[in-house]
């Protein structure tokens, strides 16, 4: 692949498994050093991690932080700095998604699927912004086709990415003219994990309502996060669906 990224340095939150790892696979083929923030998933982490700096030593490094204690984001973003030296470019992909119809929602399900979906994101870009103005660098968060169209069901985490729309939105216009800010709003990806509800005739019928008529794969998510990061030097404040043509056939 072509290296167009090389120098450059991308924080990837949530970036150990899944669409995350995808994304962070893609910009360190581009020639980019990878930050791989982790809450959890510390096995993946570390993997992930061997794998990329198999291919090029001492590209790739993790980070651990519960992106729900806002002390912890200043604090992963100087560690970043201490390790790289500089950052170009963040993705806010991290997410919490599950089911809260409106009978069963608490003050727990708020706090983590706004603070990750929404404040987490705001408070890393506030933490990184110096360091994005100086290297001109870019912002480009993790939407959702259903911030647009609330996903029945799913209160809080709709309404969670709908203010991660408005967030891309109004940081492109408070970071411009230095940092640019875009999202990727997903479609059918990577099925979610804890949705056990979702049979696979569910699935097919949300397959059927995409244009494509099939589900798409992590990489097609990374092919727009490195296209908005390496290839779009004019695009800002913008949203991208990446959804097999599923938002416009809802």
């Known amino acids: 692949m072509e290296q167009g990224m090389q120098g450059k340095v991308v924080l990837v939150t949530g970036g150990a498994k899944r669409v995350g790892a995808a994304i962070c696979r893609r910009l360190h083929a581009a020639g980019a050093q990878v930050a791989i923030h982790y809450r959890s998933s510390r096995q993946e982490a570390l993997a992930l991690q061997d794998e990329l700096n198999a291919l090029r030593p001492d590209s790739a490094a993790v980070f651990k932080a519960d992106l729900l204690e806002l002390q912890?984001?200043?604090?992963?973003?100087?560690?970043?700095?201490?390790?790289?030296?500089?950052?170009?470019?963040?993705?806010?992909?991290?997410?919490?998604?599950?089911?809260?119809?409106l009978e069963d929602i608490d003050e727990r399900q708020w706090?983590?699927?706004?603070?990750?979906?929404?404040?987490?994101?705001?408070?890393?870009?506030q933490a990184a912004a110096a360091e994005l103005r100086r290297h001109r660098g870019c912002i480009v968060n993790i939407a959702d086709i259903h911030a647009e169209r609330p996903m029945h069901g799913h209160l809080l985490y709709s309404t969670a990415k709908a203010g991660l729309v408005a967030l891309t939105k109004a940081l492109a216009q408070e970071m411009a003219p230095h940092v640019r800010v875009n999202a990727v709003a997903p479609g059918v990806i990577v099925w979610p994990e804890t949705e056990v509800w979702m049979d696979e005739e569910e699935r097919r019928k949300i397959i059927a309502h995409t244009l494509l008529k099939r589900e798409g794969e992590p990489d097609d998510i990374a092919r727009t996060v490195a296209f908005l990061i390496q290839d779009a030097p004019y695009i800002t404040g913008q949203i991208i669906s990446v959804d097999g043509g599923r938002?416009?056939?809802?």
């Open 111 to 125: 706090q983590d699927l706004l603070g990750t979906n929404l404040k987490a994101p705001l408070f890393l870009a």
């Open 72 to 101: 912890a984001l200043p604090e992963m973003f100087q560690e970043v700095l201490l390790k790289f030296r500089q950052l170009d470019a963040l993705v806010n992909n991290a997410s919490s998604f599950y089911a809260t119809p």
């Open 247 to 250: 938002s416009v056939n809802l």
